[in-house]
């Protein structure tokens, strides 16, 4: 059974950084495509980035682009997103998700709150 558990979420002034974690377990053999999803209250579920298995292709949301940096450890299954320059904006939950053989697995979502 596939499981994505994501983690590292906080509250953080303006201008400041955080690192996301997201851990996949399970049975997964081959290509996959593992990202972060963001949802601000009032607004729709949104794509924040995402990363192949090779590590070669990375997409990006326009709004971070430049401040946000995704990466993966295929040893560990693990995907980090590591975030720079945070805006009020970029207040949000955040969710890790799994792409697999046309499956989407989430994580439970952690809390990202930019505020002074």
């Known amino acids: 059974q596939v499981q994505v558990v994501g983690s590292g979420g906080g509250l953080v002034q303006p201008g400041g950084s955080l690192r996301l974690s997201c851990a996949a377990s399970?049975?997964?053999?081959?290509?996959?495509?593992m990202g972060w999803y963001r949802q601000a209250p009032g607004k729709q579920r949104e794509l924040v980035a995402s990363?192949?298995?090779?590590?070669?292709?990375?997409s990006y949301a326009d709004s971070v682009k430049g401040r946000f940096t995704i990466s993966r450890d295929n040893v560990k299954n693990t995907v980090y997103l590591q975030m720079s320059d945070l805006k009020v904006e970029d207040t949000a939950v955040y969710y890790c998700s799994l792409n697999y053989w046309g499956s989407m697995y989430w994580g439970q979502g952690t809390q990202v709150t930019v505020s002074s």
């Open positions: 990363i192949d298995t090779s590590g070669e292709t990375t």
């Open positions: 399970g049975s997964i053999f081959g290509f996959n495509v």
